[in-house]
């Protein structure tokens, strides 16, 4: 990587630490708050306990972009260091985080700060941060990494099913009606992101594996109109079966040189709830 150039982002790009290592990335994490107590994503609470306290409350815990000292306090060791950074936050259109970053950047009086809003969520993201860093590392300048993600942010392909409405009722995300029949009737919508928006595509029915099949089938269209240097498989704890069939689903594709499985942080499980699962990836 140039030596001069920082890659950073927010919690929920969901990039496992792994890949946070091999591309030296920095993390910011997010808040999120349960009842009174906050913790930050990824750091202080998991999604299992995030799931038990919202089972026995019936509440979503609350999130929240990182606070204002948290950001600067983030930002400074590379200002000392006189770095560029350029950082990748969740859409501006779901959370303040990007303008967090801001912020801090003017009150420290940091110029080298480029912010990009991803208009996206969890390896959606990701994508886009691998794809700066390997720049990075081929020798491009900053203005020329900004250039390529605005030519392909638009080309993020984010989509993902869940199990239950339940959560996104819970957060405010589907109105109770919605989710009551939805749950019944065992319906499972696919929401994809568009314009850094969540909407609604489809809707399954039946248990959540045979959805997630007919999911990854109903993507190959798309997938086979892929780059093919990578491809996300992003979930909120599926069982190991079920994401085995979705690896051996597009290793048979033969379009992608790499196949990643993340698990989702904090911030994306509290809203999507257990066994959501997507698939992601940049349309050529």
């Known amino acids: 990587m140039r030596k001069n150039i920082k890659i950073l982002a927010d919690s929920t790009c969901?990039?496992?630490?792994?890949?946070?290592?091999?591309?030296?990335?920095?993390?910011?994490?997010?808040?999120?708050?349960?009842?009174?107590?906050?913790?930050?994503?990824?750091i202080e609470v998991t999604n299992k306990e995030i799931y038990h306290w919202s089972d026995e409350t019936g509440e979503t815990p609350k999130t929240a972009a990182p606070t204002?000292?948290?950001?600067?306090?983030?930002?400074?060791?590379?200002?000392?260091?006189?770095?560029?950074?350029?950082?990748?936050?969740?859409?501006?259109?779901?959370?303040?985080?990007?303008?967090?970053?801001?912020?801090?950047?003017?009150?420290?009086?940091?110029?080298?700060?480029?912010?990009?809003?991803?208009?996206?969520?969890?390896?959606?993201?990701?994508?886009?941060?691998?794809?700066?860093?390997?720049?990075?590392?081929?020798g491009l300048c900053v203005e020329e990494i900004l250039r390529d993600n605005h030519n392909i942010n638009g080309r993020v392909r984010a989509s993902f099913v869940v199990d239950t409405l339940t959560f996104l009722h819970r957060g405010g995300r589907c109105n109770t009606v919605t989710a009551l029949l939805a749950n019944t009737l065992k319906l499972k919508p696919e929401i994809v992101v568009v314009d850094g928006?969540?909407?609604?595509?489809?809707?399954?029915?039946?248990?959540?594996?045979?959805?997630?099949?007919?999911?990854?089938?109903?993507?190959?269209?798309?997938?086979?109109?892929?780059?093919p240097d990578r491809v996300f498989i992003t979930h909120s704890g599926c069982p190991e079966d079920t994401i085995k069939d979705v690896v051996t689903y597009l290793n048979n594709l033969h379009i992608f040189n790499e196949i990643f499985v993340t698990q989702a942080g904090g911030v994306i499980s509290s809203h999507c709830g257990p066994n959501t699962l997507g698939i992601l990836y940049i349309s050529k």
Request: glycine content about 8%.
């Open 14 to 42: 969901d990039l496992s630490q792994e890949l946070i290592s091999r591309y030296d990335i920095s993390i910011i994490p997010l808040m999120i708050s349960m009842g009174v107590t906050s913790y930050k994503d990824g």
């Open 197 to 227: 928006k969540m909407d609604v595509e489809k809707k399954y029915r039946g248990n959540q594996k045979s959805v997630i099949l007919k999911y990854m089938k109903d993507l190959e269209e798309g997938l086979r109109g892929a780059e």
């Open 68 to 138: 204002l000292g948290d950001a600067q306090d983030f930002l400074k060791p590379f200002m000392l260091e006189e770095k560029e950074v350029i950082f990748f936050g969740i859409s501006e259109a779901m959370s303040a985080t990007c303008n967090v970053l801001r912020l801090a950047a003017e009150a420290l009086e940091y110029v080298g700060l480029h912010v990009i809003d991803s208009k996206n969520l969890s390896t959606g993201i990701g994508l886009q941060i691998i794809r700066a860093a390997e720049l990075a590392e081929q």
